[in-house]
């Protein structure tokens, strides 16, 4: 192995993970219903160019494929999703088993490879008559999460033991209905505060569910994209502007998981908009997980703005720093850094890097090689910023690069490519790219 790359522990896990809507395409097969982003995609004026998920990278149809591929980059575990609007089509009620029997295959067909499922159940495919009643922000979501719950877990809870109630809270919340530039596209930062709550509520529901079908080997997770708050200076507006970021961004999810409650500081920022806590809530959000997933991709450098609402700052660019094709910083130590804060602050008895990856341009050589020195450069860094964080004492399980594919990356469309296999949309060709034969190197080494 080369010197500059860590090994890991035996039985790390080194994955890949994506996402329903982002690479399956198949929008109208075998009853699949609409979906939210189905809805707003289809929408003039959501997404670049017009993109939609209508066919994506076509996984509904070529899983068999990836996993060949997922095969040979030598992957031990893969992170996907499903999509609820394939199994519930309406949201609640009537179960489409034909929905359920492609994840029966894709799982059947993983194992048999030997790579370990990492089920996800909502990566933000809401179906869309559930939006017409009022989506995320009633209250009654969280029943119809859990019998979604309840119905795929009875069904591949014989041969899934990992199981992610839900992907990122915030993007959920604040990028769906607060910036308005994810489905179903709401601006309101009252609305946005009671998704929240609902959407931590549906995971501490769902946690017992899936215990309860997927057995005592099972482990139940739910995973949260943190993003770091650096004050641009030190002075102490800027200080106080960067504990607000973390407030609104990583405290007010990961408190009330891990038992704490909601952050006192943004429930007074937040004041009457502050979601309706009802007895029992904060104990149901707080259902102890097996783990916790962190998802990181850079960290944000704010001061103080006062002209600036709802949160008083505004974020930096840094000088001279890298950034990769979607303008992120890359920043690997903050990685290490949130690692280390979840384990000692929080004391999650199991960590992951659920995602953790980069869009940069790429493109096919004449000779066919996808290069992508910055990829790999990210990756590598990143991993040895987790491995740093190991030495430190943190209990991380493994690490998924987002994401195995190129896909459907939300509002940009299909011009942001994050995989480590190049997708060409036209002919749906795959090819891995130079970073993913050096994950496979990684992977190979670390196998001995
Ligand atoms: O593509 C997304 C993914 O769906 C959620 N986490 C961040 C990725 C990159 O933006």
Redesign the pocket.
Known sequence: MESDVPSFPPGFVFGAAT?AY?IEGGAAADGRGESIWDRFSHTPGRVHGGDTGDVAADHYHRYAEDIALMREIGLTAYRFSIAWPRIVPDGRGRVNAAGLDFYDRLVDGLLAAGITPFATLY??DLPQPLQDAGGWADRRVVDAFTDYADVVSRRLGDRVDRWITV??PW?ISFLGHLTGEQAPGVRDLGTALRVAHHVLLAHGAAVPVLRANAGPTSQVGIVC?MTPGAAASDTEADRRAAERWDGFFNRWFVDPLAGRGYPSDMVALYGPLAPAVEPGDLERIATPVDFFGL?Y?FRAVVSDDPDAPPLGLRSHEVPGATSTA?GWEVYPDGLRELLVRLHRDYGFAALYVT?S?A?FEDRVDPDGIVRDPERLAYLRDHLAAARRAIDEGVPLGGFFV??LLD?F??AHGYA?R?GLIHVDYATQERRIKESGRWYAEIIHANSR
């Open positions: 996402s982002q990566h933000w992907n990122e993007c994209n998802n991709y979607m995602e990856g869009a987002w994401s896909n990356e939300w942001k994050f």
